[in-house]
């Protein structure tokens, strides 16, 4: 892969010391007033398809996380997906979600996901997908949350081949130590299963406050496809 956008010399010259200089300043040139996130976006593909996922996350429409997800195959971005409720029903900013409503009284974050009406955003990516007919097999997720316990499954399903991800999430049965073990090692069991892993990503985040409502750190144990940060 050349740096040099098609710039560098024929193949097989060996140039002069002046001509080299003049190639380098030829580069610098090129590259003068670019910003550094465009450098970034070329350099590292999965922080450039992170980078996406985040401004999809910007639509997010949850009183709980705010998520953004996108499915990627062949390195081209074939779905993307936000949370929030179903689409022609109540926002759950606005109170359309009971759940989500009481989740600072009743209900906290990762629990009585059997009650909340949000559609999360990989699962949003993925129907979505669904809708017009592409397929999922083999693809790439980015999500910017750790994919939860449900989400997990359904990508499996979806034969989603790999996993990006930003900030943690981990399986909780609030203070009962036996039930979050036991989501713990079923939880697992799925994260196994992607045949390209799943990784987290080192991407700066400036909304993270926003976005996530409690910091997790990582507790699940690396995968056998080594969980890696990037
Ligand atoms: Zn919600
Ligand atoms: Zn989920």
Same mark, same amino acid.
């Given at each position: 892969m050349g740096k040099h956008? #098609?710039?560098?010399a024929h193949a097989g010259e060996n140039p002069a010391p002046a001509a080299k200089a003049a190639m380098n300043e030829d580069s610098r040139?090129?590259?003068k007033g670019e910003p550094q996130a465009a450098r970034d976006?070329?350099?590292n593909r999965h922080k450039y398809f992170m980078n996406i996922a985040l401004a999809v996350r910007l639509r997010a429409n949850c009183k709980g996380n705010r998520v953004g997800a996108l499915i990627v195959l062949d390195n081209?971005?074939?779905s993307t #997906?936000?949370?929030g409720t179903p689409e022609n029903m109540v926002n759950c900013l606005d109170g359309g979600c009971y759940r989500c409503a009481n989740r600072d009284k009743s209900y906290k974050s990762g629990e009585a996901y059997d009650l909340c009406i949000c559609v999360h955003a990989e699962q949003n990516a993925i129907l979505a997908a669904a809708r017009f007919g592409i397929s999922t097999a083999g693809s790439t997720m980015y999500t910017t949350m750790r994919p939860c316990f449900g989400c997990a499954?359904?990508?499996l399903q979806a034969q989603v081949r790999s996993v990006y991800y930003l900030h943690e999430w981990n399986p909780s049965a609030k203070d009962d130590v036996l039930k979050t073990a036991a989501?713990?090692?079923e939880y697992e069991k799925l994260m196994i299963r992607f045949p390209g892993g799943v990784h987290r990503l080192d991407v700066p985040d400036a909304d993270v406050d926003w976005a996530v409502s409690r910091k997790m750190p990582a507790t699940i144990s690396l995968d056998r496809h080594g969980t890696v940060d990037i």
């Open positions: 956008n #098609g710039q560098s040139a090129i590259t976006a070329r350099e081209r971005i074939i #997906g936000y949370n499954k359904e990508m989501q713990t090692a």
